[in-house]
């Protein structure tokens, strides 16, 4: 069974701080990996999609790399805003997904 | 446009009684999730449904009962209610099932935070 863990638990930087979030998994026989962003007493928003094939993934500021064999992902943010605190979850997909308990963020204006 | 939606968003109710989660999905999706959000936010799937077939059905115990009516839509009835079924549910969508692999994200809903007194 697939164990997720994020690392840090918590994490709290001044704005414009560059950040990277990691998540490691034990099953590496995924078909892709989602980062999502929680918003206290809201629901999930997907951030970034990177296939199995994939190595890393861009949107905006943000920027999610991905180590297969490893089972390793980081998930990078630039110049950290306040609206980037939340708490940011990956999800290994595998024949389902599998949560980790997130990284709660908090940008100190 | 809500893409997933549940109701009611909150939900307070006395142990041993029986309630429901509704779920819709204007997606055009054909896969369907239930997921249990903890007290520490640990996430966990539940459910799953293709084309109103269930495909995953996670340990839970057997007060909990999904119903598919059509492919738009995934209701969760819990029966029996305890103190430990207090959490958040989250459901979700996605075009195709996780069995089929692939390159399919998942839409969440809002989430339905239940108590139980």
């Known amino acids: 069974k697939q164990e997720v863990t994020q690392i840090p638990a918590a994490l709290s930087v001044p704005e414009g701080e560059n950040l990277v979030l990691n998540c490691s998994f034990t099953?590496?026989?995924?078909?892709?990996l989602q980062w999502f962003r929680q918003d206290p007493g809201k629901g999930l928003t997907s951030l970034l999609l990177?296939?199995?094939?994939?190595r890393e993934q861009t949107s905006g500021r943000l920027n999610a790399s991905l180590d297969k064999s490893s089972g390793r992902s980081t998930l990078y943010i630039a110049a950290s805003q306040p609206g980037d605190s939340a708490t940011y979850l990956c999800?290994?997909?595998?024949?389902?997904?599998?949560f980790g308990t997130g990284t709660s963020l908090t940008v100190i204006p | 446009d809500t893409a997933v939606s549940q109701t009611p968003k909150y939900l307070v109710t006395q142990m041993g009684n029986d309630k429901s989660i509704k779920c819709e999905q204007n997606?055009?999706?054909?896969?369907m999730y239930w997921y249990k959000q903890d007290s520490k936010k640990f996430l966990k799937i539940m459910f799953s449904y293709n084309n109103k077939e269930l495909i995953i059905n996670e340990t839970v115990p057997n007060r909990f009962s999904p119903k598919s009516p059509d492919k738009a839509h995934l209701n969760l009835h819990i029966n029996s209610l305890e103190l430990g079924d207090s959490a958040v549910y989250f459901c979700?969508?996605?075009?195709?099932?996780?069995?089929?692999?692939?390159?399919?994200?998942?839409?969440f809903g809002p989430g339905t935070r239940l108590t139980v007194l």
């Open positions: 997606l055009g999706h054909d896969t």
């Open positions: 999800a290994p997909h595998g024949n389902q997904f599998y």
């Open positions: 099953d590496s026989a995924i078909y892709n």
């Open positions: 990177i296939q199995s094939s994939q």
């Open positions: 979700a969508s996605s075009p195709r099932p996780g069995l089929a692999g692939g390159t399919d994200t998942q839409y």
